[in-house]
């Protein structure tokens, strides 16, 4: 993944100054000592003000972009949330526990001081992670660090990012529009152009000496067979004109992702779909989301930076017909049919996460809209179709509603290993208790059709990043169990 953040965590240990401050630097010791990973540790411990600022250039200098505020006793409230203030990345806020030195002169009452840290931070407004439960031994704190390091990641990530767009919402899916007003409060920048912009840089592109070895990659990534050979250097061409553009237009920015148009005019104009190439590019950490859909393209983004893995974009778009509820599914797995439904997308799921079914083929619906009844498809091919392969999965979404405020959801389930039957990239998907939290938190919040999906179990995870850029927990949705009720489900249905 080349257009994610390689987080480099730091530990600063902080100290009341009546206490030990051998027992905050002892602690911290032991916690780099358990800990696996990359971990500076900063020789600086903080008691007041001017230590806070030591430290914070300490690792500055040292090349830290995360940092572990350790109170290894009560510590010093002002000048360990000040390291918050003063530090350009996100800060995770831990306590040590008792256990390691008599009870006399060993103890350090970290439990207390972590209230009046969190209670300080609030207070001036300042931004920290804290763990569910932050107080705990070296090896409880080096396993905090583990679950810090992917929420680091992806708040790192969002503050370096800008998004790019081609081209204005195609006409009827205004569902994808949303005020842009929440990208800059969470800090993502956001440059917006023309699908002619794309076409004079695509054409620029002619002839490129690269595309020979972006067709070969692409022949050896598919497979014989599973590609149209003719298609191929146009595809490589346009590949070529997104990945020189984002390298063009970054600007102040560290990464990038996209989110273009791609129906009706651009398969006419360019000669192809081009779900194949943004499959090739969310492999590679660079989402490109389908119909514009700009905030599909940061949840993708996110979701890249926690999983440190390829993702898609999908549309929660079709039921799961009763046969094959009956054939495949009933009996084998513990669902309802009302847990299952169908992703799909015209073909940008990475290869990586495909069955080996999987070829670039045509898009039926563009074919049927675009190109002349009975005839053989032409610019409608480009898409990647198949089954996408039987997997853990987490569904989830950051959107900005119509008022300006931000919302998110997050369903952990799975892909089931049942075939689908039909087109597209496709896959059968299966979350429990799917049916209500469609209805009560999808439908009811207005989430538009498209959700992000990251191959694995993640929403621990995402449910902290969402927290830490400023959705509120209220708005956070996440699927109720059985018998816990939405608010605006009826209790007598």
């Known amino acids: 993944m080349t257009n994610i953040p390689v987080v480099k965590p730091g530990i600063i240990a902080v100290s009341r100054d009546c206490f030990p401050i051998e027992l905050s630097k002892m602690r911290r010791a032991a916690i780099k000592s358990a800990y696996t990973g990359e971990l500076y540790e900063c020789p600086v411990t ?9 430290a914070v250039e300490d690792v500055k200098k040292a090349g830290c972009n995360a940092l572990i505020v350790f109170l290894g006793n009560f510590g010093p409230e002002t000048p360990e949330t000040l390291i918050a203030k003063n530090f350009d990345g996100p800060c995770m806020f831990v306590a040590a526990a008792e256990g390691d030195g008599d009870m006399i002169n060993g103890r350090g009452d970290a439990y207390c001081g972590m209230l009046n840290c969190s209670y300080n931070l609030k207070m001036r407004h300042l931004k920290g992670y804290i763990p569910e439960y932050p107080v705990g031994t070296a090896k409880d704190i080096a396993g905090m660090i583990e679950e810090f390091i992917p929420i680091a990641r992806a708040v790192i990530g969002i503050s370096n990012l800008k998004i790019i767009t081609f081209g204005p ?37 002619a002839n490129d000496p690269r595309i020979p070895a972006v067709c070969e ?11 149209y050979d003719e298609l191929n250097a146009r595809m490589a061409q346009f590949e070529l004109t997104l990945l020189d553009w984002a390298e063009k237009h970054k600007g102040s920015r560290s990464y990038v992702a996209f989110a273009n148009k791609c129906w009706p005019a651009f398969p006419e104009t360019f000669g192809f779909e081009p779900c194949y190439v943004n499959s ?20 993708e983004y996110i979701g890249a930076c926690v999983s440190a893995d390829a993702v898609t974009l999908l549309d929660i778009n079709n039921s799961v ?14 669902y309802k049919l009302t847990d299952t439904f169908m992703g799909f997308h015209c073909g940008n799921t990475p290869e990586c996460k ?17 190109e002349p009844q009975g005839s053989e498809p ?61 209805r009560h938190v999808l439908i009811q919040n207005g989430f538009p059709h498209h959700g992000a999906v990251a191959f694995g179990h993640y929403g621990k995870a995402l449910y902290e990043v969402f927290k830490f850029i400023g959705v509120c927990p209220g708005n956070i949705g ?14 007598f249905a």
């Open 321 to 334: 017909p009763q046969y094959i509820y009956d054939e495949n599914i009933k009996g084998r797995y513990d």
């Open 280 to 299: 090739r590019l969310a492999s590679i950490g660079i989402p490109v989301a389908c119909e514009v859909d700009i905030y599909g393209a940061l949840s």
């Open 378 to 438: 032409d610019f409608t091919r480009g898409t990647l179709e198949g089954d996408i392969a039987a997997s853990d999965i987490t569904f989830y979404r950051l959107q900005c509603d119509s008022e300006g405020v931000l919302r998110s959801y997050i369903a952990e389930g799975e892909i089931l290993d049942v075939p689908t039957r039909s087109f597209g990239g496709i896959g059968i998907f299966a979350i429990p208790e799917m049916g209500r939290f469609y």
């Open 354 to 370: 495909m069955c080996d079914n999987r070829a670039v083929k045509y898009q039926l619906i563009q074919h049927r809209l675009l």
């Open 478 to 491: 996440y699927n109720q169990p059985k018998g816990v009720l939405y608010k605006t489900e009826n209790p």
């Open 169 to 205: 919402r195609p006409q009827d899916f205004f569902a994808c529009n949303a005020p842009i007003k929440g990208l800059y409060e969470i800090g993502v920048e956001i440059e917006e152009n023309s699908e002619l912009d794309l076409f004079v840089s695509f054409k620029e592109h």
């Open 46 to 54: 903080v008691e007041n003000e001017l230590d806070m600022l030591k």
């Open 217 to 227: 990659a692409m022949k050896k990534e598919m497979g014989e067979g599973n590609y």
